[in-house]
T-cell receptor, first 111, second 112 residues
């Protein structure tokens, strides 16, 4: 069974700061998702990674398959980035849907 | 492309009442999932459908929860009777053979 650990659990930062959220997993995977969840529950898929790095606007996601580690970076953070960020890994040893979720990182960006 | 539609967005009920949630997945997505997310935790899979058949419902509390996906498109999740610990966000998602996961906006259920 894959274990997914995220850090930090909670993060409060000032507007404009560079943000890093980390995700580690215990078993080899075929893909990793970074998800964003706003208050009220809706989840948006930000990235799906299987290797290397992806960039979308101010968001950057990297993955190191050998080290079983991924990071999500936010540059020039803004209060609208305040949300819960969830890492989910896709493996054949995960749940029935193949996904194992981390518990999420609660990010607050203060103006 | 339209997203995964869920309704209602919010629901407050008393314990022992029943409630139903509806999900319309992305057109062409054969796989549909229902997740339960309790505050402070990651989503937990309740049931997975492939077209209109159940792939896995091992974590669905079948004494009170039921789900169906008639015609392999829309799905409903029902809780009867509800308990206080059922208070959570219920998320619907769909995918194409495990790829392209798209989540709905969720239904926040409060049982009082």
């Amino acid at each position: 069974k894959n274990e997914v650990e995220q850090s930090p659990q909670n993060l409060t930062a000032q507007e404009g700061e560079f943000i890093t959220i980390n995700c580690s997993y215990s078993v080899g995977i075929s893909a990793l998702h970074w998800l964003q969840q706003h208050p009220g529950g809706g989840i948006v898929s930000l990235f799906m990674l299987s290797s290397g790095k992806k960039k979308h606007g101010r968001l950057i996601a990297t993955i190191n398959i050998q080290e079983k580690h991924s990071s999500l970076h936010i540059t020039a953070s803004h209060p609208r980035d305040s949300a819960v960020y969830i890492c989910a890994v896709f493996t054949s040893g995960g749940g029935a849907d193949g996904l194992t979720f981390g518990k999420g990182t609660h990010l607050i960006i203060q103006p | 492309e339209a997203g995964v539609a869920q309704s209602p967005r919010y629901k407050i009920i008393e314990k022992r009442q029943s409630v139903a949630f509806w999900c319309n997945p992305i057109s062409g997505h054969a796989t549909l999932y229902w997740y339960q997310q309790i505050l402070g935790q990651g989503p937990k899979l309740l049931i997975q459908f492939q077209n209109n058949g159940v792939v896995d419902d091992s974590q669905l509390p079948k004494d009170r929860f039921s789900a169906e996906r008639l015609k392999g498109v829309d799905s409903t999740l029902k809780i009867q009777p509800a308990k206080l610990e059922d208070s959570a966000v219920y998320l619907c998602a769909s995918s194409v053979q495990g790829f392209g996961y798209t989540f709905g906006s969720g239904t926040r259920l409060t049982v009082v």
